[in-house]
Nanobody, 123 residues
Framework: VQLQASGGGLVQAGGSLRLSCTASERTFSPSAMGWFRRAPDKEREFVASIGWSDRNTAFADSVKGPFTIPRDEAKTTVYLLMNSLKPEDTAVYYC?????????????????WGPGTQVTVSS
């Protein structure tokens, strides 16, 4: 499985971005998806995840509220909608897929990773 994240870019504080993650396979079925990020000089950290049942989601405390993780009805694309962005949200964002239907919050729970997309939030 090859994952590709897109949608990163430069945005001013308070702005919004939408990241997209697609897989080389036709669908993610059945698997959970996650978004992680790595800021300069920091470890990769959990951002959001969604299980195969779209009601099963989780968010890092730092993004809970402004960020959402919807998925299209065909379950071929997972998004990370980021609102009210702050400079501390600046990082490379990665999407990941795990071979399990339940969402998870640790990097070791995920089996496949995309190359990442840069998000820069200016103050």
């Amino acid at each position: 499985v090859q994952l590709q994240a897109s949608g990163g870019g430069l945005v001013q504080a308070g702005g919004s971005l939408r990241l997209s993650c697609t897989a080389s396979e036709r669908t993610f079925s059945p698997s959970a998806m996650g978004w992680f990020r790595r800021a300069p000089d920091k470890e990769r950290e959990f951002v959001a995840s969604i299980g195969w049942s779209d009601r099963n989601t989780a968010f890092a405390d730092s993004v809970k509220g402004p960020f959402t993780i919807p998925r299209d009805e065909a379950k071929t694309t997972v998004y990370l909608l980021m609102n009210s962005l702050k400079p501390e949200d600046t990082a490379v964002y990665y999407c990941a897929q795990r071979s399990h239907t339940l969402q998870a919050v640790t990097t070791s729970d995920y089996d496949y990773w995309g190359p990442g997309t840069q998000v820069t939030v200016s103050s």
